[in-house]
């Protein structure tokens, strides 16, 4: 005789499936046990983190505790609450996410800010994107700087198929997308912007990368299985071909010496006013360079 798991389980409150998932997490030594519960619970219920609090007597139903419950469990195995619900918070927009990309986090909004400074007023600047993931760069370009015509390219067709679901959610009129390696191909076009958020992370740090990210964001995203400084080197040789004079290069770079040797990078070939910005953190997090030509 079949018999519905639901049925097994009992329907609860909001607040006490909440405080039962804090404790769990805190138990297995997650860094952040109350934010992670309530992300999970918000996404459960489609609310914002204030009705949390509002309407912790409200009761799940039995259906409703098993997703949570199993939310919970695959959270302790170390999977990020973004991609156990399938969505990531950038610059105020939510994208859609999955292992295929990189999670959106809010030390790249610095970027973003670093590139709407850099497209001026009425012009209408082209901005290529390299290495796009999720798009959540390019969209958030995009929406933010409406005169601008946007590119995003990516290695990976399974990252660009988000890239184009986060694009109809959107509904970005300004921005294409498009296939490309950017280690052995040359983009088409003339640009007055370049950003990029490439795989920076030197291979012999991979190991010390909290589990969340190592075990289930993507490799090829987050490290160049290098010194981490393959991508910029690259970026700084086609970028003059690609840049208009003025133009500028904005990336995310690593922090501390990694950011110095980027520096170094850009310096060596025809940037100038080369600055480093300091994400929310206080960490050097972003590079802006002007090519001259």
């Given amino acids: 005789m079949h018999t519905d798991s639901a049925a ?15 404790a769990s997490f805190l138990l297995k030594g997650l860094e952040s046990p109350e934010s992670d519960a309530e992300w999970l619970m918000m996404s459960l219920l489609h609310c914002a983190r204030s009705e949390l609090f509002t309407n912790s007597d409200l009761t799940l139903s039995a259906e409703q505790v098993i997703i949570f419950n199993d939310y919970v469990e695959r959270r302790i195995s170390g999977e ?36 709407i400074a ?34 995003g390219i990516d290695i ?37 912007i370049i950003v990029s958020n490439p795989p920076y992370i030197p291979m012999h740090e991979m190991d010390g990368l909290m ?26 040789a086609i970028a003059q071909e690609l840049l208009t004079p003025g133009g500028w290069v904005i990336a995310e770079v690593g922090g ?17 006013q080369c600055e480093l910005s300091k994400d929310y953190n206080g960490v050097l997090r972003v590079l802006k360079a002007q090519f001259c030509g």
């Fill in 80 to 115: 990020p609450p973004q991609y156990i619900v399938g969505e990531a918070e950038f610059f105020g927009r939510t994208f859609l996410v999955n292992p295929n990309v990189l999670i959106p986090r809010p030390e790249t909004e610095i970027l973003i800010n670093e590139a």
């Fill in 8 to 22: 097994l389980v009992n329907s609860a409150r909001v607040g006490e499936v909440l405080k039962d998932a804090k």
């Fill in 256 to 272: 501390g010496e990694h950011s110095n040797k980027v520096m170094d990078i850009f310096r060596s070939y025809a940037f100038q």
């Fill in 118 to 151: 850099a497209a001026g007023e009425p012009r209408h600047p082209g901005i290529l994107d390299i290495g796009t993931g999720s798009g959540n760069i390019a969209i958030t370009l995009a929406k933010e700087i409406p005169h601008a015509a946007v590119k």
């Fill in 211 to 236: 589990t969340d990210v190592k075990d289930f964001e993507p490799t090829f995203a987050l490290t160049d299985e290098s010194d981490g400084l393959t991508y910029y080197k690259r970026i700084t």
């Fill in 156 to 192: 990976s067709a399974e990252a660009l198929a988000v890239a184009e679901e986060n694009k109809n959610r959107h509904h970005c009129n300004n921005l294409t997308f498009a296939q490309l390696d950017i280690l052995k191909e040359h983009p088409d076009g003339s640009y007055d």
